[in-house]
């Protein structure tokens, strides 16, 4: 599990041009897509987890980004 509120302010994620306003729907678009197992929030604490080990989801993200 990892806890989004972290995600959020990572300064990795902000290199991604990812804003803390759209963090939350992209997690939901990724578990859409299968890549999140679960989102939760247990005291106030949002937390995902991830289907699979963190290569195998750059990899898979990686495998669809290719043009067909």
Same mark, same amino acid.
């Given at each position: 599990?990892?806890?989004? @509120? %972290? ?5 990795? +994620? ?17 578990r859409n897509l299968g890549v999140i @197992? %679960? ?5 106030? +604490?949002?937390?995902?987890t991830t289907k699979f080990e963190l ?5 898979r993200l990686a495998h669809d980004a290719?043009?067909?």
């Open positions: 599990m990892y806890e989004v @509120s %972290k995600a959020e302010s990572n300064r990795h +994620f902000a290199s991604l041009l990812w804003t803390p306003d759209k963090i939350l729907a992209a997690l939901y678009e990724l @197992s %679960k989102i939760s929030e247990i005291d106030s +604490f949002r937390q995902f290569s195998e989801v750059v990899r290719k043009p067909s």
